[in-house]
Structures are given as C-alpha cells and as structure tokens.
C-alpha cells in the first residue's frame, strides 16, 4: 500500500545551518520518532533501529537509510527500508527542498511510503494518519532542534 506525504517547515535558521543538521547523524536521530539508533556507515549510508507503534501492533524496523540526489545545500532525496520481522516492513522516501525565506528557511517535503504485511492489513486511513503524523513529528521536531 503506497502513500504520499507533502508538507513545509520554516525553521528560524540559514540554509547552510539547516543543511548540516539534515546530515548529522544525531539531530536526525533525535527528530524521528522511535528512532533507538542511527549510526553512519559512510558519508550516505545509515543503519537504523526504529520501533513504531501502528494501530494495535509495535514493531522494531530495523533498516538501512540512504541520502541520494545530493544537491547542497538545497536539496536531497532520502530513502529507507526496514523490515519489522512478522509485523512486515516499511520503505519510503521523502524529497527534500530548502530555500532562504527571509531569515530562516523553508523546508518543504514529498514523501512516498509504501507498507506491507501485517501492517498493511490496519487499512489505509490508519496508516495514511499514522504516517503523516510521524512526518509531521519529525520536522517539526527538527525544526525546533534546528531553529531553536
């Protein structure tokens, strides 16, 4: 089942601040939701440990993140697959746009998600609300860690 996310930010700081932080290993642990680890495996590669709780089932999703389309500092696409064990796997990816807006930034992202196994059984609108609200956590998180 595949889905799409759109959404903006503006975080009270510079491009190049934001930028950085986008590919700093810790703050991007801290921003996502029931991310347990996050480790560089090379300058575009992570390996992550995230337990999610959707519905009635938590899962720990272990999986590879990757940093593709590298445009600094404007933009990137980001992309991920975790397999959750019997509660499935999720895959996904989110297009990342940075622009100056005054004195901050505007962060706007498109992100695809695509679940499946049991995860996939909860229905669509279970996941669709879950997965905005993790994305929207994420960046608003990051724009406070960021901006703050």
């Excluded at 999986?63 to 389309?69: A, F, I, P």
């Excluded at 990137?76 to 895959?91: D, V």
């Amino acid at each position: 089942m595949a889905l799409v996310i759109e959404g903006e930010e503006r975080i009270v700081a510079p491009v190049e601040k934001v930028w950085a932080a986008l590919n700093d290993p810790d703050v991007l642990k801290d921003c996502i939701p029931g991310c347990q680890s996050l480790e560089m495996k090379s300058p575009t590669e992570m390996a992550a440990t995230v337990v999610l709780k959707i519905g009635p089932i938590k899962a720990t999703f272990n999986g590879e993140v990757t940093l593709k389309n590298l445009k600094p500092p404007h933009s990137y696409t980001i992309q991920g697959e975790g397999k959750g064990g019997i509660a499935g796997f999720a895959k996904g990816g989110a297009d990342v746009t940075l622009t100056p807006d005054g004195d901050g930034t505007m962060l706007k992202y498109a992100a695809k998600a695509d679940v499946g196994g049991k995860i996939a059984q909860l229905g669509s609108r279970l996941i669709t609300s879950t997965s905005k609200k993790l994305a929207g956590q994420f960046f608003s998180t990051f724009g406070e860690k960021v901006g703050g």
